[in-house]
T-cell receptor, first 112, second 113 residues
Framework: DQQVKQNSPSLSVQEGRISILNCDYT??????FLWYKKYPAEGPTFLIS?????DKNEDGRFTVFLNKSAKHLSLHIVPSQPGDSAVYFC???????????FGKGMKLTVNP | GAVVSQHPSWVICKSGTSVKIECRSL??????MFWYRQFPKQSLMLMAT?????????EQGVEKDKFLINHASLTLSTLTVTSAHPEDSSFYIC?????????FGAGTRLSVL
């Protein structure tokens, strides 16, 4: 039973355009969400997070939106750059727990 | 961001041997570290929570006698894969938390022949 779902395995966008990565979750107890970026044979790198008390968090080119009623969050990257090409993982935690539940990841390719 | 160092980055071993992987927090103290495993095109699966000065907490289905975890200091946790077999071949990643965000090591690619 996968509690964090990234249903699209891959996304390809043109440089300069917007990339939208989606994530759905089933556990209503999740109250903290994170996005990580991962290159092959490397550990994940933290990108941005959002608490359930917010519906939007922005950091430079990265914005995360949270829709609690739909149990859905998305990561927007604007403008997309070739260096953004990587696998992006959505993760969630609940009740102040330090444990994270990860989605399967989505491979983003930004074409020059 | 915080730095978590993992060593080695890649190891090849014969079936039946044991392999030790180290995870260090370089610029902060970590009472808790996490060990994950990732199979190709799969998610990161939490194996265990490593607690400084006490026993690790293993996730359901993870053999504690197979994957020995030691967290002897506030900056070092080790994972030992005992009597490794080809099915243990995977990408192992550790993480630590200097606050509210988990920071990950670079991972260790284990190949068991």
């Amino acid at each position: 039973d996968q509690q964090v779902k990234q249903n699209s395995p891959s996304l390809s966008v043109q440089e300069g355009r917007i990339s939208i990565l989606n994530c759905d979750y089933t556990n209503s107890m999740f109250d903290y969400f994170l996005w990580y970026k991962k290159y092959p044979a490397e550990g994940p790198t933290f990108l941005i997070s959002i608490s359930s008390i917010k519906d939007k968090n922005e950091d430079g080119r990265f914005t995360v939106f949270l829709n609690k009623s739909a149990k859905h969050l998305s990561l927007h990257i604007v403008p997309s750059q070739p260096g953004d090409s990587a696998v992006y993982f959505c993760a969630a935690s609940s009740g102040g727990s330090e444990k994270l539940v990860f989605g399967k990841g989505m491979k983003l390719t930004v074409n020059p | 961001g915080a730095v978590v160092s993992q060593h080695p980055s890649w190891v090849i071993c014969k079936s039946g041997t044991s392999v030790k992987i180290e995870c260090r927090s370089l610029d902060f103290q970590a009472t808790t570290m996490f060990w994950y495993r990732q199979f190709p095109k799969q998610s990161l699966m939490l194996m265990a929570t490593s607690n400084e000065g006490s026993k690790a907490t293993y996730e359901q289905g993870v053999e504690k006698d197979k994957f020995l975890i030691n967290h002897a200091s506030l900056t070092l946790s080790t994972l030992t894969v005992t009597s490794a077999h080809p099915e243990d071949s995977s990408f192992y990643i550790c993480s630590a938390i200097p606050g509210h965000i988990q920071y990950f090591g670079a991972g260790t690619r284990l190949s068991v022949l």
